[in-house]
């Protein structure tokens, strides 16, 4: 077994503080990261899971679940609606919840986006 050499108790004081401060900082500057906002491409991917009832680009036809093309505020309300349970709803209510508010809002805009 090697022999290891005994630091001074204010060496190993300073090393360990210092490494406090640096991964304190570390996890500050992390901590106070805005979280980046979602790309276009995850909204379609959360979309995508509309499309079995509302048809592709919400434009379902002969059901009366078109989305396409309305205005965002109309579908964030509904949607609102659906998670808060304030709309009677068969599934909705399920999807609804499954997001935040601000990832029904994003979802709602790329409804709306679809003219």
């Known amino acids: 077994m090697p022999i290891r050499e005994e630091r ?5 004081a300073v090393r ?3 490494a406090g401060l640096v991964l304190g900082g570390l996890s500050l500057a992390h ?3 805005p979280a980046p906002k979602a790309s276009d491409f995850q909204v ?3 979309a995508s899971s509309c499309m079995s009832c509302h048809g592709p680009d919400g434009k379902a036809v002969g059901t009366g679940l078109a989305i396409g093309g309305k205005p965002a505020q109309e579908l964030y309300n ?3 609606g659906y998670k808060n349970g304030k709309l009677p709803a068969t599934v ?3 999807h609804a919840k499954g997001y935040s508010d601000d990832e029904l809002a994003r979802i709602a805009e790329h409804f709306a986006s679809l003219k």
């Open 44 to 46: 379609q991917l959360w």
């Open 92 to 94: 909705m209510h399920q």
């Open 78 to 80: 509904k949607l609102l």
């Open 8 to 12: 001074p108790a204010w060496a190993r």
């Open 16 to 18: 360990t503080g210092a």
């Open 31 to 33: 901590a106070q990261a």
